[in-house]
Protein backbone atom coordinates (compact mmCIF):
# COMPACT_ATOMS: atom_id res chain seq x y z
CA UNK A 1 0.00 0.00 0.00
CA UNK A 2 3.24 2.18 0.77
CA UNK A 3 4.58 2.09 -2.50
CA UNK A 4 1.50 1.97 -4.15
CA UNK A 5 0.92 5.72 -2.47
CA UNK A 6 4.24 6.89 -3.57
CA UNK A 7 4.32 5.50 -6.59
CA UNK A 8 1.00 7.59 -7.92
CA UNK A 9 2.95 10.43 -6.13
CA UNK A 10 6.15 9.76 -7.98
CA UNK A 11 4.81 9.44 -11.38
CA UNK A 12 2.29 12.33 -10.91
CA UNK A 13 5.33 14.89 -9.54
CA UNK A 14 7.29 13.61 -12.20
CA UNK A 15 5.07 13.30 -15.45
CA UNK A 16 6.80 10.21 -15.86
CA UNK A 17 5.44 6.32 -14.64
CA UNK A 18 8.57 4.62 -14.92
CA UNK A 19 9.64 7.33 -12.15
CA UNK A 20 6.76 6.22 -10.22
CA UNK A 21 8.01 2.45 -10.21
CA UNK A 22 10.88 3.57 -9.17
CA UNK A 23 10.25 5.37 -6.34
CA UNK A 24 7.73 2.93 -5.06
CA UNK A 25 10.69 0.10 -5.43
CA UNK A 26 12.58 2.66 -3.62
CA UNK A 27 9.84 2.66 -0.64
CA UNK A 28 9.79 -0.93 -0.57
CA UNK A 29 13.79 -1.09 -0.59
CA UNK A 30 13.39 1.10 1.92
CA UNK A 31 10.80 -0.63 4.14
CA UNK A 32 12.92 -3.98 3.67
CA UNK A 33 15.60 -2.64 5.36
CA UNK A 34 13.71 -1.86 8.24
CA UNK A 35 12.08 -4.85 8.27
CA UNK A 36 15.66 -6.42 7.85
CA UNK A 37 17.18 -4.39 10.89
CA UNK A 38 14.42 -5.52 12.95
CA UNK A 39 14.62 -8.97 12.25
CA UNK A 40 18.24 -9.57 11.66
CA UNK A 41 20.38 -7.50 14.16
CA UNK A 42 17.43 -6.46 16.81
CA UNK A 43 16.56 -10.30 16.53
CA UNK A 44 12.71 -9.10 16.16
CA UNK A 45 9.27 -11.65 15.35
CA UNK A 46 9.02 -11.39 11.69
CA UNK A 47 5.41 -11.87 12.20
CA UNK A 48 4.95 -9.27 14.81
CA UNK A 49 7.09 -6.69 12.84
CA UNK A 50 5.10 -7.67 9.52
CA UNK A 51 1.69 -7.19 11.17
CA UNK A 52 3.16 -3.69 12.85
CA UNK A 53 4.24 -2.67 9.26
CA UNK A 54 1.11 -3.55 7.92
CA UNK A 55 -0.89 -1.78 10.65
CA UNK A 56 1.07 1.12 9.80
CA UNK A 57 0.68 1.34 6.08
CA UNK A 58 -2.94 1.38 6.14
CA UNK A 59 -3.07 4.28 8.65
CA UNK A 60 -0.45 5.87 6.82
CA UNK A 61 -2.21 5.44 3.54
CA UNK A 62 -5.68 6.57 4.96
CA UNK A 63 -4.37 9.86 6.58
CA UNK A 64 -1.87 10.83 2.83
CA UNK A 65 -5.47 10.54 1.01
CA UNK A 66 -7.51 12.71 2.95
CA UNK A 67 -4.39 15.31 2.99
CA UNK A 68 -4.66 14.93 -0.71
CA UNK A 69 -8.03 16.24 -0.49
CA UNK A 70 -9.70 12.82 -1.62
CA UNK A 71 -10.07 10.87 1.41
CA UNK A 72 -10.21 6.85 0.36
CA UNK A 73 -9.69 7.59 -2.68
CA UNK A 74 -6.97 9.41 -5.47
CA UNK A 75 -6.97 8.93 -8.63
CA UNK A 76 -4.00 8.91 -11.17
CA UNK A 77 -3.96 10.44 -14.30
CA UNK A 78 -4.11 8.78 -17.36
CA UNK A 79 -1.26 10.27 -18.90
CA UNK A 80 1.06 9.22 -15.96
CA UNK A 81 0.27 5.97 -16.06
CA UNK A 82 1.74 2.99 -17.09
CA UNK A 83 1.32 2.50 -21.36
CA UNK A 84 -0.31 -0.73 -22.47
CA UNK A 85 0.49 -2.89 -25.08
CA UNK A 86 -2.21 -3.29 -27.74
CA UNK A 87 -3.05 -6.60 -28.59
CA UNK A 88 -5.49 -7.89 -31.33
CA UNK A 89 -7.73 -9.71 -28.40
CA UNK A 90 -7.07 -6.54 -25.67
CA UNK A 91 -3.90 -5.24 -24.16
CA UNK A 92 -1.32 -6.40 -21.97
CA UNK A 93 1.09 -4.62 -19.78
CA UNK A 94 4.81 -4.55 -20.30
CA UNK A 95 4.90 -5.03 -16.17
CA UNK A 96 3.88 -8.83 -16.97
CA UNK A 97 6.61 -9.02 -19.61
CA UNK A 98 8.89 -7.67 -16.25
CA UNK A 99 7.64 -10.05 -13.93
CA UNK A 100 8.50 -13.23 -16.22
CA UNK A 101 11.54 -12.35 -16.84
CA UNK A 102 12.47 -11.10 -13.05
CA UNK A 103 11.06 -14.74 -12.23
CA UNK A 104 13.69 -16.25 -14.33
CA UNK A 105 16.25 -14.08 -13.40
CA UNK A 106 15.97 -14.35 -9.76
CA UNK A 107 15.63 -18.47 -10.21
CA UNK A 108 18.72 -18.40 -11.89
CA UNK A 109 20.52 -16.12 -8.90
CA UNK A 110 19.65 -18.59 -6.14
CA UNK A 111 20.37 -22.07 -7.71
CA UNK A 112 22.79 -20.94 -10.72
CA UNK A 113 25.07 -18.79 -9.00
CA UNK A 114 27.63 -18.43 -6.44
CA UNK A 115 25.61 -15.82 -4.51
CA UNK A 116 22.76 -18.00 -4.74
CA UNK A 117 24.11 -20.70 -2.77
CA UNK A 118 25.15 -18.38 -0.45
CA UNK A 119 21.33 -17.37 0.22
CA UNK A 120 19.91 -20.55 0.57
CA UNK A 121 22.51 -21.98 2.87
CA UNK A 122 22.45 -18.89 5.15
CA UNK A 123 18.52 -19.62 4.98
CA UNK A 124 18.91 -23.83 6.01
CA UNK A 125 22.11 -23.62 7.99
CA UNK A 126 23.48 -19.85 9.07
CA UNK A 127 25.74 -21.11 11.76
CA UNK A 128 28.00 -23.65 9.14
CA UNK A 129 27.57 -20.82 6.52
CA UNK A 130 29.21 -18.59 9.63
CA UNK A 131 31.77 -21.24 9.86
CA UNK A 132 32.15 -20.88 5.72
CA UNK A 133 33.15 -17.34 6.52
CA UNK A 134 29.81 -15.73 4.89
CA UNK A 135 28.71 -12.76 6.51
CA UNK A 136 24.96 -14.17 7.52
CA UNK A 137 23.15 -11.33 8.94
CA UNK A 138 24.57 -8.69 6.16
CA UNK A 139 23.44 -11.20 3.69
CA UNK A 140 20.28 -11.74 5.25
CA UNK A 141 19.64 -7.74 5.47
CA UNK A 142 20.54 -7.44 1.63
CA UNK A 143 18.02 -10.03 0.34
CA UNK A 144 15.35 -8.17 2.92
CA UNK A 145 16.28 -4.93 1.45
CA UNK A 146 15.92 -7.03 -2.29
CA UNK A 147 12.79 -8.60 -1.31
CA UNK A 148 11.63 -5.44 -0.41
CA UNK A 149 12.45 -3.31 -3.77
CA UNK A 150 10.21 -6.31 -5.70
CA UNK A 151 7.65 -5.70 -3.37
CA UNK A 152 7.75 -1.84 -3.77
CA UNK A 153 7.20 -2.51 -7.63
CA UNK A 154 3.97 -5.13 -7.31
CA UNK A 155 2.82 -1.76 -4.86
CA UNK A 156 3.59 0.88 -7.34
CA UNK A 157 2.04 -1.40 -10.43
CA UNK A 158 -1.12 -1.65 -8.59
CA UNK A 159 -1.66 2.48 -8.81
CA UNK A 160 0.52 3.37 -11.83
CA UNK A 161 -0.32 0.66 -13.83
CA UNK A 162 -3.17 -1.54 -12.93
CA UNK A 163 -5.99 -0.03 -10.99
CA UNK A 164 -4.88 3.69 -11.90
CA UNK A 165 -5.75 4.83 -8.47
CA UNK A 166 -4.69 4.87 -4.51
CA UNK A 167 -7.40 3.66 -1.81
CA UNK A 168 -7.02 2.46 1.55
CA UNK A 169 -7.40 -0.94 0.40
CA UNK A 170 -6.10 -1.10 -2.64
CA UNK A 171 -4.80 -4.38 -2.06
CA UNK A 172 -7.97 -6.23 -1.32
CA UNK A 173 -6.33 -9.08 0.61
CA UNK A 174 -3.99 -9.56 -2.41
CA UNK A 175 -0.80 -9.14 -0.20
CA UNK A 176 -2.17 -12.57 1.47
CA UNK A 177 -2.69 -14.10 -1.99
CA UNK A 178 1.07 -13.57 -2.25
CA UNK A 179 1.50 -15.05 0.69
CA UNK A 180 -0.14 -18.68 0.17
CA UNK A 181 1.66 -18.38 -3.20
CA UNK A 182 5.39 -18.77 -1.40
CA UNK A 183 3.77 -21.26 0.54
CA UNK A 184 2.43 -23.07 -2.72
CA UNK A 185 6.16 -22.28 -4.64
CA UNK A 186 8.29 -23.87 -1.64
CA UNK A 187 10.27 -20.62 -2.77
CA UNK A 188 11.02 -21.72 -5.78
CA UNK A 189 10.49 -18.61 -8.28
CA UNK A 190 8.85 -20.20 -11.45
CA UNK A 191 6.45 -22.22 -9.29
CA UNK A 192 5.74 -18.84 -7.36
CA UNK A 193 5.06 -17.28 -11.50
CA UNK A 194 2.67 -20.09 -12.01
CA UNK A 195 0.84 -19.90 -9.14
CA UNK A 196 0.37 -16.10 -9.58
CA UNK A 197 -1.28 -16.77 -12.94
CA UNK A 198 -2.94 -19.49 -11.80
CA UNK A 199 -4.52 -16.92 -9.18
CA UNK A 200 -4.88 -13.82 -11.16
CA UNK A 201 -6.81 -16.37 -14.02
CA UNK A 202 -9.41 -16.64 -11.06
CA UNK A 203 -9.46 -12.83 -9.98
CA UNK A 204 -9.58 -11.68 -13.81
CA UNK A 205 -12.67 -14.80 -14.39
CA UNK A 206 -14.59 -13.23 -10.93
CA UNK A 207 -14.33 -10.13 -12.51
CA UNK A 208 -15.48 -11.15 -16.46
CA UNK A 209 -18.30 -13.17 -15.14
CA UNK A 210 -19.61 -10.59 -12.99
CA UNK A 211 -20.30 -8.29 -15.93
CA UNK A 212 -22.93 -10.46 -17.53
CA UNK A 213 -26.29 -9.78 -16.11
CA UNK A 214 -27.72 -13.26 -16.84
CA UNK A 215 -24.97 -14.90 -14.16
CA UNK A 216 -25.32 -12.01 -11.79
CA UNK A 217 -29.37 -13.17 -11.33
CA UNK A 218 -28.41 -16.19 -10.71
CA UNK A 219 -25.14 -16.31 -8.54
CA UNK A 220 -24.61 -13.25 -6.00
CA UNK A 221 -22.12 -11.27 -7.20
CA UNK A 222 -20.03 -11.63 -3.59
CA UNK A 223 -20.02 -15.40 -4.49
CA UNK A 224 -18.37 -14.75 -7.63
CA UNK A 225 -15.90 -12.23 -6.05
CA UNK A 226 -14.37 -14.66 -3.84
CA UNK A 227 -13.59 -17.50 -6.25
CA UNK A 228 -10.01 -16.36 -6.25
CA UNK A 229 -10.14 -16.61 -2.62
CA UNK A 230 -11.39 -19.62 -2.30
CA UNK A 231 -9.00 -20.82 -4.83
CA UNK A 232 -6.08 -19.53 -2.69
CA UNK A 233 -7.65 -21.61 0.56
CA UNK A 234 -7.75 -25.07 -1.91
CA UNK A 235 -3.89 -24.44 -3.30
CA UNK A 236 -2.53 -23.68 0.15
CA UNK A 237 -4.76 -26.75 1.61
CA UNK A 238 -2.84 -29.23 -0.59
CA UNK A 239 0.24 -27.42 -0.20
CA UNK A 240 0.99 -27.62 3.31
CA UNK A 241 2.78 -30.25 4.49
CA UNK A 242 4.56 -30.98 1.17
CA UNK A 243 6.21 -27.88 0.22
CA UNK A 244 10.19 -28.03 2.15
CA UNK A 245 11.21 -24.64 3.23
CA UNK A 246 14.75 -23.88 5.11
CA UNK A 247 14.91 -24.85 8.33
CA UNK A 248 16.21 -21.93 9.50
CA UNK A 249 13.13 -19.65 8.14
CA UNK A 250 12.10 -16.62 10.39
CA UNK A 251 14.61 -18.05 12.87
CA UNK A 252 17.29 -14.68 13.96
CA UNK A 253 20.70 -15.76 13.69
CA UNK A 254 22.62 -15.34 16.86
CA UNK A 255 26.27 -16.28 17.14
CA UNK A 256 28.14 -18.44 19.72
Given at each position: MLSALTGAVGAEASGSAVVGLMTGMGTGALIGLVFGVINTYWKGS??????????????FVAFMLITLGAPGFHSVPRDVQVKLIRLGVGSLSPLV????????????????????????????????????GIRVNTLRLGTAVAAGLL??????????????????????????IALATVVFSGLNP?????????????????????????IKKLIP?????????????LVVAGAIGRARFPKALGIPYLRE
Open positions: QLITGVGINLFAFGLVTVALAIAVYWLLYRTQLGIRIRAVGENPAAADVAAGLAGAYLSVDWFGAVTKEITAGRGFLLALLGGFIFGFFDGLATWVATYPGWQFVAMAPYVVTL
